[in-house]
């Protein structure tokens, strides 16, 4: 089976998380992938697939119309790691949302999948918005679909 590049799994990552399906999502993830989110001043601890799919899953519904769009990229073929610097809008009942993301990616050896999902997000804006949201229960909880 031929070597994928870093590259185009951190382009399918960019794609999956575009189609804002849960299953997607996890797609490109390794079946032992980490993913921390950061900064650790967020306090959050870094979770298995399964922890991030319980984690992920009831904060995906009141977004709508996801997109990612990616500023810059540095690839490490030899290192097996991609950083993404990526921005991101969607709607909301309580309005738009727009954050800021770093991500970098550690790939497995045939670089299909990500390892370690290492996420750096805008914690300003998240804590603001996600209060805000929380302030709102019925669009915090509706479907995406």
């Given at each position: 089976?031929?070597?994928?590049?870093?590259?185009?799994?951190?382009?399918a990552?960019?794609a999956a998380?575009?189609?804002w399906?849960?299953?997607?999502?996890?797609?490109v993830?390794?079946?032992?992938?980490?993913?921390?989110i950061?900064?650790?001043?967020l306090?959050?601890?870094?979770?298995?697939?399964?922890?991030?799919?319980?984690?992920f899953?009831p904060r995906?519904?009141?977004?709508?119309?996801?997109?990612?769009?990616?500023?810059?990229?540095v690839?490490?073929?030899?290192a097996?790691?991609?950083?993404l610097?990526?921005?991101?809008?969607?709607s909301?009942?309580v309005g738009?949302?727009?954050n800021?993301?770093?991500?970098?990616?550690?790939?497995t050896?045939?670089?299909?999948?990500v390892?370690?999902?290492e996420?750096f997000v805008?914690?300003?804006?998240?804590a603001?918005?996600m209060?805000?949201?929380?302030k709102?229960?019925?669009?915090?909880?509706?479907s995406?679909?």
């Amino acid at each position: 089976m031929a070597m994928a590049s870093c590259s185009q799994t951190a382009q399918a990552l960019v794609a999956a998380y575009n189609t804002w399906t849960l299953e997607n999502i996890m797609d490109v993830r390794a079946s032992n992938c980490i993913n921390y989110i950061l900064p650790n001043s967020l306090g959050q601890k870094s979770m298995d697939n399964e922890e991030y799919k319980a984690f992920f899953a009831p904060r995906m519904a009141p977004f709508r119309h996801f997109n990612l769009a990616v500023h810059d990229t540095v690839v490490d073929e030899a290192a097996r790691k991609v950083v993404l610097h990526m921005t991101s809008t969607a709607s909301t009942d309580v309005g738009d949302y727009r954050n800021e993301y770093m991500l970098k990616l550690h790939m497995t050896e045939d670089c299909r999948k990500v390892d370690i999902f290492e996420e750096f997000v805008d914690s300003a804006y998240s804590a603001k918005f996600m209060a805000y949201l929380a302030k709102h229960p019925s669009a915090a909880t509706k479907s995406n679909l």
